[in-house]
């Protein structure tokens, strides 16, 4: 299937590893050009070049802070300014570290807020003038299977991305007029350095080794496996397609079944 957005600029935010560098990759194999950005300039910069390399395709690196207002309105401006548009926006940021109730104070939450729902916020307000400017926008806001099921030792993130998608839906309502659609997807236990590091993190505490780890997480799959990075930006780059031009305001899990309720 031909997803229909070659030569669409796409802003990939937090892309340097993991679901966000993969979803980048998928959208330069469908021929759109790409920015990507992180906090740190190393790990951004070879993924350009593995990105390009791969697709031989027109990737922009930024390095952006995205809990930075500023950094995002000039981010932004700098695309507008090489490429003239914006028309696909995947906001993704890092997740709040791992914890429970005790662990944390408020001020912990703000930061998460911060994080997971301020920034998508922040980004959604720069870059939507310039879709509704050409009457066609992608929007995708990463969130996790946690804003349907709670993850026990995972508050800080359960609290902060609901919010992400109570804003999705609002939005997607507010903008389909104008042929921008807004969605948000949920990716369950994918094998990205963000997993591996929680499976170290398990290991360090004593609980079992990391191999009990993965048996774990993987018993409350029904797939009986962790998802692959290519599998959750394969759903990404769907929505953000031409093809995908009557779906809006929804919450994708992408998550081999863990999800275990109705919606
Ligand atoms: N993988 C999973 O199983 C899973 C499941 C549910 C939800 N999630 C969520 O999905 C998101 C992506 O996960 P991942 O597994 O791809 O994580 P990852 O492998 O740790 O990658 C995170 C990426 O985000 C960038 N980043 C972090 N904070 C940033 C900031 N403030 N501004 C700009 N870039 C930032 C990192 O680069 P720098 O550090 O250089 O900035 C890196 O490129 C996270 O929010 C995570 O919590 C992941």
């Known amino acids: 299937m031909d997803l229909g957005i070659k030569d669409k600029v796409a802003f990939v935010t937090a892309s340097s590893k993991g679901l966000g560098k993969a979803v980048a990759l998928q959208l330069s194999m469908e021929g759109a050009k790409i920015v990507i950005c992180s906090r740190s300039r190393e790990n951004l910069v070879k993924t350009r070049n593995e990105i390009i390399e791969q697709t031989g395709g027109i990737v922009k690196d930024l ?113 389909a007029k104008h042929n921008i659609t807004v969605n948000a997807v949920c990716p369950g236990y994918t094998k990205t350095e963000r997993v591996e590091s929680l499976a170290r993190s398990f290991e360090d505490s004593g609980k079992g080794t990391i191999k009990d780890f993965y048996k774990k997480v993987e018993s409350t799959i029904p797939m009986g496996r962790i998802g692959t990075p290519e599998e959750f930006a394969s759903a990404v780059a769907f929505l953000a397609s031409e093809r995908a031009s009557y779906i809006t305001g929804i919450t994708l899990q992408i998550d081999g079944g863990f999800v275990k309720g109705l919606f």
Request: proline share 4%; charged share 20%; aromatic share 8%.
């Open 63 to 175: 390095t952006v802070d995205v809990t930075q207002k500023q950094q995002i309105i000039k981010a932004v401006d700098q695309i507008i300014q090489e490429f003239g548009a914006i028309d696909i926006l995947v906001c993704n940021a890092g997740g709040p570290p791992a914890g429970m109730f005790e662990d944390f104070t408020p001020d912990d939450y703000r930061d998460a807020v911060e994080l997971n729902l301020m920034s998508t916020i922040t980004l959604c307000y720069e870059v939507i003038p310039f879709m509704k400017k050409q009457q066609w926008g992608r929007i995708i806001n990463f969130t996790s299977v946690s804003v349907k099921q709670p993850i026990d030792n995972l508050i800080l993130s359960n609290t902060s991305r609901t919010g992400v998608i109570g804003f999705t839906k609002s939005l997607s309502n507010q903008v």
